[in-house]
T-cell receptor
Framework: GQNIDQPTEMTATEGAIVQINCTYQTSGFNGLFWYQQHAGEAPTFLSYNVLDGLEEKGRFSSFLSRSKGYSYLLLKELQMKDSASYLCALRGGYSTLTFGKGTMLLVSP | DGGITQSPKYLFRKEGQNVTLSCEQNLNHDAMYWYRQDPGQGLRLIYYSQIVNDFQKGDIAEGYSVSREKKESFPLTVTSAQKNPTAFYLC?????????????FGPGTRLTVT
């Protein structure tokens, strides 16, 4: 089986940088995804890591360390619209995804 | 515009009734998925399908059924055997088993059973 842990909630200030961590225990996986989900809406894709290291996409970066069972999502220059839930997911066989419970991020002025 | 549609957005049913949730995609994706999301929980996989006329159980398939008669459509039936059917249901699709191709999600159907 797979076990994925994320902090339940985080708060940050507009303009700041925030790091959302994801730790996991699994017998194997094919990659790690990060999704953003606003309340009552569909998740939207943010980033994907298959190899160790950092992937950067604009204000968002994601890091993966397979040996440590650890990933993080880094959000820079926070905006109010970044208030959302951030979901870490492991890709298994047949492109199926196993999701963590998500981290609710609240950005304040 | 390519995308995934789910209808209706809100659905109310009485306990003991079966209900079918619609999911249609025009992205030409082979793979489709159904997830359930409960408050404070992550998404949990109900069923998935890699090709037409074939589908596999996910982690929480009990009380649900699906069909995949067309590439574009993957309806989910919530049967009366599902003990806690009230939830937010999300349908997704992706290209079949290709590297980092992400899953695209529909807007979801919020089902309330009383």
């Amino acid at each position: 089986g797979q076990n994925i842990d994320q902090p339940t909630e985080m708060t940050a200030t507009e303009g700041a940088i925030v790091q959302i961590n994801c730790t996991y225990q699994t017998s194997g996986f094919n990659g790690l995804f990060w999704y953003q989900q606003h309340a009552g809406e569909a998740p939207t894709f943010l980033s994907y890591n298959v190899l160790d290291g950092l992937e950067e996409k604009g204000r968002f970066s994601s890091f993966l360390s397979r040996s440590k069972g650890y990933s993080y999502l880094l959000l820079k220059e926070l905006q109010m619209k970044d208030s959302a839930s951030y979901l870490c997911a492991l890709r298994g066989g047949y492109s199926t995804l196993t999701f963590g419970k998500g981290t609710m991020l609240l950005v304040s002025p | 515009d390519g995308g995934i549609t789910q209808s209706p957005k809100y659905l109310f049913r009485k306990e003991g009734q079966n209900v079918t949730l619609s999911c249609e995609q025009n992205l030409n994706h082979d793979a489709m998925y159904w997830y359930r999301q409960d408050p404070g929980q992550g998404l949990r996989l109900i069923y998935y399908s890699q090709i037409v006329n074939d589908f596999q159980k996910g982690d929480i398939a009990e009380g649900y059924s699906v069909s995949r008669e067309k590439k574009e459509s993957f309806p989910l039936t919530v049967t009366s055997a599902q003990k806690n059917p009230t939830a937010f249901y999300l349908c997704a699709s992706s290209r079949r088993d290709i590297g980092g191709d992400e899953q695209y999600f529909g807007p979801g159907t919020r089902l309330t059973v009383t």
